[in-house]
């Protein structure tokens, strides 16, 4: 069982930058692939980027983005820079076995932070 507890969420203007955290508790991050999914009102839960042997990013955020893991805090980052109106949603990590862009392989969820992208 893995608890995750993401943070870092809030208010930003569009341009500006936000780091997110996710916190694992319950085992080590290591030995997972972790994800980020995101998912604004009325829509689906839309992938952003995965982390497993190697990094995938949505093609939307690559070059702004960046997933990263500190193995001696068990907790996962994602950096994202240049942020626009249209990425305002609750942002999600999951922990899973492999690295996907498909949310139903993930085992294991955050209950999400808000980020809220002003024009």
């Known amino acids: 069982q893995v608890q995750l507890v993401e943070s870092g969420g809030g208010l930003v203007q569009a341009g500006g930058s936000l780091r997110l955290s996710c916190e694992a508790s319950g085992r080590t991050l290591r030995t997972y692939a972790m994800g980020w999914f995101r998912q604004a009102p009325g829509k689906e839960r839309e992938f952003v980027a995965a982390?497993?042997?190697?990094?995938y990013y949505a093609d939307s955020v690559k070059g702004r983005f960046t997933m990263y893991r500190d193995s001696g805090k068990n907790t996962v980052y994602l950096q994202m820079n240049s942020l626009k109106p249209e990425e305002t949603a609750v942002y999600y990590c999951?922990?899973?076995?492999?690295?996907?862009?498909?949310?139903?392989?993930?085992?294991?969820w955050g209950q999400g932070t808000q980020v809220t992208v002003s024009s």
């Open positions: 982390l497993g042997r190697t990094n």
């Open positions: 999951a922990a899973g076995r492999v690295a996907a862009l498909d949310p139903a392989l993930y085992d294991w």
